[in-house]
């Protein structure tokens, strides 16, 4: 700072003219307590249309819409900015050809000597609020679409197999296996398909079974987030746990209860990975099925080649254990409360 003030000897009034002046995606004015503005950049000027010698002594409050004026928006914001010393606002405003802009503003008192007014900046961030909303538009009809792909596939099916010679249960598991589909699909639309967390993932799973006082599943883990792939996968997994435990594990009697829990962690290379368990107990005795059915084939290959994970189901005597690593290559995962909560 030394070095750059002997080149360039400017006072500090100076300075923040030249930054006024260059801000060019800002508007940046002045104003006195009634809101007349009392100054104007250059920003401002290509920000609002307004040329400076008729902006200055004009009521900023032309800058908001009809319906922002009629709520008095604008005498609120100025009497925010004296109660608290500055007022920030983010909205739609008015050009002086009528033309709307989105732009966020701060609104701070500054005094000097027995002088008192207020100074307001403004960026106008049109463009990426435009974008943003035709980003939105465009996620809201590729869920439109896919819902009703899945409503589709899911009526074909049941016509389909209500004409076969496949038996209830196999219509059942299917259809069931659609539905937990479909609810994965709801997450990630909620979430602007930027992945799910997987807390919201288990207590959606765990919902049907948590009746009684007493959960009979209990959950506990950090805040972390899948990518969209691996939290549909997750789900497909977790409704394929649920079912067979209901039928034939701890959720079948009485007393049973299923632990999960899961826990982020790095490897060597500092990669970050996610440990889940699944831990049944208190059910009737386990014993190793003879063959692999569907179910277990799908939780067994829902983390293999595409997500590089790895699931795993014991098939112990005390209760069925499913343990899943999943490497996590984005770092959108976010650390909360050790407790997840």
């Not at 002594?57 to 819409?65: E, I, R, S, Y």
């Not at 961030?125 to 899945?150: M, S, V």
Request: charged letters at 25%.
């Amino acid at each position: 700072m030394t070095d750059f003030a002997s080149k360039f000897p400017l006072s500090s009034s100076r300075v923040a003219e030249l930054i006024v002046d260059h801000a060019r995606d800002y508007a940046i004015f002045t104003l006195n307590p009634e809101g007349l503005i009392t100054s104007w950049s250059s920003g401002a000027e290509l920000v609002t249309g307004y040329q400076t010698a008729e902006a200055i002594g004009m009521n900023f409050d032309v800058l908001f819409t009809a319906s922002d004026r009629a709520a008095d928006q604008p005498r609120l914001e100025l009497a925010k900015a004296w109660r608290q010393g500055r007022a920030e606002d983010t909205r739609w405003h008015l050009k002086k050809n009528g033309q709307r802009f989105w732009a966020n503003g701060v609104t701070t008192v500054f005094r000097e000597g027995d002088t008192a007014g207020l100074i307001k900046v403004m960026r106008d961030e049109t463009r990426a609020r435009l974008a943003d909303e035709q980003r939105t538009l465009l996620l809201n009809e590729l869920n439109h679409r896919i819902n009703n792909t899945l409503v589709t596939v899911q009526s074909l099916v049941e016509q389909t197999l209500r004409s076969s010679d496949l038996s209830g249960g196999v219509r059942e598991d299917l259809s069931s296996r659609l539905v937990a589909l479909s609810n994965a699909h709801k997450l990630l639309v909620q979430q602007n398909w930027a992945g799910a967390e997987l807390g919201a993932i288990v207590r959606k799973a765990a919902a049907p079974y948590q009746s009684g006082r007493k959960p009979r599943l209990t959950f506990d883990g950090p805040a972390l987030r899948l990518s969209p792939q691996q939290a549909v996968s997750m789900a497909l997994v977790l409704h394929e746990l649920a079912t067979n435990a209901v039928k034939y594990g701890a959720l079948s009697g009485p007393d049973g209860e299923v632990a999960i829990s899961w826990n982020l962690h790095l490897d060597e290379a500092g990669a970050r990975h996610m440990t889940f368990l699944w831990q049944e107990r208190g059910g009737p005795p386990v014993t190793e099925p003879q063959r692999r059915g569907f179910g277990t084939r799908l939780i067994s290959r829902s983390f293999g080649q595409e997500t590089a994970g790895e699931a795993r189901i014991d098939f112990d005597p005390a209760g069925v254990r499913c343990t899943i690593d999943i490497p996590l290559s984005t770092r959108q995962e976010v650390m909360l409360d050790p407790t997840g909560e």
